[in-house]
């Protein structure tokens, strides 16, 4: 299995601020993945973080809403900006270590807009 | 059709019950498939892949039906650690490593 941090584990924000998630991964990964699992529903990707490239959004998920960076093999960053209430959900990364097929995630981060 | 649908649960059985959730997927091409299991408020772990020969693990076993386009998962002798959200998962495999997930379904083992 796969070593993954994931920062914040949880965070309470005003709306119109942003929250940026950090993955800590604890080896080097091609692909890192993002996504969001909203109150009662399964989990929705947001991206794809390519090292050296930007990052392959969703239908529905933009760049200015939800930039990524992904600085090295074994780090990402998501942030979610201008921050509403409809935001207000868990946030996950995830990871398939090179050559397998089974995904391993993040603790999440639960995000709370007030 | 949705991608992956699953039984809509809730699922509530006596200890030592048998339960079997069913998934169906609809992109015939699909190459992988997994059952994952997430606990309240907490991230999804990989419980099994499914394998079109069956696979068993302890009271776990899993089936895959790629004519259908069918998976379930077997809990065999239910424990109340088995409480949990059950997500079937579905990998389109090759280059694309875009999971997905039903919606999950919820199972409650009570005393």
């Known amino acids: 299995s796969a070593v993954i941090s994931q920062k914040p584990s949880r965070d309470i924000c005003q709306r119109g601020t942003s929250l940026t998630i950090q993955c800590q991964v604890d080896s080097q990964v091609t692909m890192m993945f993002w996504y969001r699992q909203q109150p009662g529903q399964s989990l929705t990707l947001i991206a794809t973080?390519?090292?050296?490239?930007?990052?392959?959004?969703e239908s529905g998920f933009v760049i200015d809403k939800f930039p990524i960076s992904r600085p090295n093999l074994t780090f990402s960053t998501l942030t979610v900006s201008n921050l509403s209430p409809e935001d207000s959900s868990i946030y996950l990364c995830?990871?398939?270590?090179?050559?397998?097929?089974?995904?391993?995630f993040g603790q999440g981060t639960r995000l709370t807009v007030v | 059709r949705k991608e992956v649908e699953q039984d809509p649960g809730p699922f509530n059985v006596p200890e030592g019950a048998t339960v079997a959730f069913n998934c169906t997927y609809s992109?015939?091409?699909?190459?992988?498939f997994f059952w994952y299991r997430q606990d309240c408020r907490k991230e999804p772990k990989l419980l099994m892949s499914?394998?079109?020969s069956g696979n068993e693990d302890g009271r776990f076993t899993a089936q895959l039906n790629r004519a259908s386009q069918y998976i379930s998962l077997l809990i065999r002798d239910s424990k109340l650690s088995d409480s949990a959200t059950y997500l079937c998962?579905?990998?389109?495999?090759?280059?694309?490593?875009?999971?997905?997930f039903g919606k999950g379904t919820l199972l409650t083992v009570n005393p």
């Open positions: 995830s990871v398939f270590r090179d050559g397998h097929t089974e995904a391993f």
């Open positions: 973080a390519n090292q050296g490239s930007e990052a392959t959004y």
């Open positions: 998962v579905v990998n389109p495999g090759g280059s694309n490593y875009k999971l997905t």
């Open positions: 499914v394998y079109s």
């Open positions: 992109n015939s091409a699909s190459q992988s």
